[in-house]
């Protein structure tokens, strides 16, 4: 992945592994509140990302079992098939693995256990990039949304720092700082992936959501000019905007000049 549109940095891939030829590994952790939030947040980068060889991995936060209007439907039906759903789009993305946390669905809070369990995936995973919700997107209703992106955001701090659940070090899992985050529908975005080859790939992943039909129909069609609007502002035909958090010493220090472009600037800790 490069980080074009974003200040002219390249990412610097840390403490990669090598493949079998040789290839430096990158990894990329998705996390998601419910099943389809991640291809709809960041599914055509991730399509690339995996073409340029990067290793993703999804985190689906809830088991999605609310996300119907069929009155017939029961909940454990739907969480089935929601998994199954799931599954699917995240092949035709070419994710290497999910993983279902099944918390109840519209339950989520920014909780210190959710915190932890985030740190805790984030220490496993040694992902160099992260992808989550913007919890700052201003009027957004629903609060597992809000959840998970705190929680990751508060689970990074956890996994960076070697002070915080000492526990873990003694048993082999090490801190963990990766090299930068991306806030899908983001309040403010300031970075823009191109997805023109890979955007038809994203559209054909949401659609293997078949149970959400009701909702992510008009929705998608908002979506693809969304992206179209994302990706022509850029220089692209398509593109995914987010807001790009760097975490390596390096961008962060490049990143708070570009934020001085406010006319009062804010220092940010992070
Ligand atoms: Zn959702």
Not at 71 to 84: I, K
Not at 109 to 115: A, M
Not at 187 to 209: N, V
Not at 224 to 240: D, P, S
């Amino acid at each position: 992945m490069d980080s074009r549109r974003s200040n002219g940095a390249t990412m610097h891939v840390r403490g990669a592994g090598r493949g079998k030829a040789g290839r430096k590994i990158r990894r990329a952790l998705v996390i998601g509140a419910h099943p389809d939030d991640n291809e709809a947040g960041c599914g055509g980068t991730i399509a690339r990302m995996v073409q340029e060889g990067w290793d993703v991995t999804y985190i689906v936060c809830t088991n999605g079992n609310k996300g119907s209007h069929d009155p017939q439907m029961s909940s454990y039906q739907l969480s089935a098939r929601r998994e199954e759903e799931q599954q699917a789009a995240a092949g035709l993305l070419g994710v290497q693995q999910v993983i279902f946390l099944r918390h109840e669905d519209g339950t989520l809070q920014p909780s210190p256990e959710l915190r932890a369990e985030m740190a805790l995936y984030i220490r496993h995973f040694r992902p160099h990039a992260i992808f989550t919700h913007d919890p700052w997107q201003r009027y957004m209703l629903h609060p597992d949304h809000r959840a998970v992106g705190f929680a990751v955001l508060d689970g990074i701090v956890n996994a960076r720092d070697h002070l915080f659940m000492p526990g873990l070090s003694q048993i082999g899992i090490p801190a963990w700082r990766p090299d930068v985050v991306y806030l899908w529908c983001a309040d403010q975005p300031d970075h823009t992936e191109d997805i023109s080859t890979t955007c038809a790939l994203k559209l054909a992943a949401l659609d293997e959501h078949r149970s959400q039909q009701h909702s992510l129909g008009p929705f998608v069609v908002a979506l693809e000019q969304q992206m179209q609007a994302w990706g022509q502002a850029a220089g692209f035909m398509y593109g995914e905007a987010f807001k790009k958090i760097p975490l390596n010493e390096e961008e962060s220090a490049a990143y708070l000049i570009i934020e001085k472009k406010d006319t009062v600037p804010s220092l940010v800790w992070r």
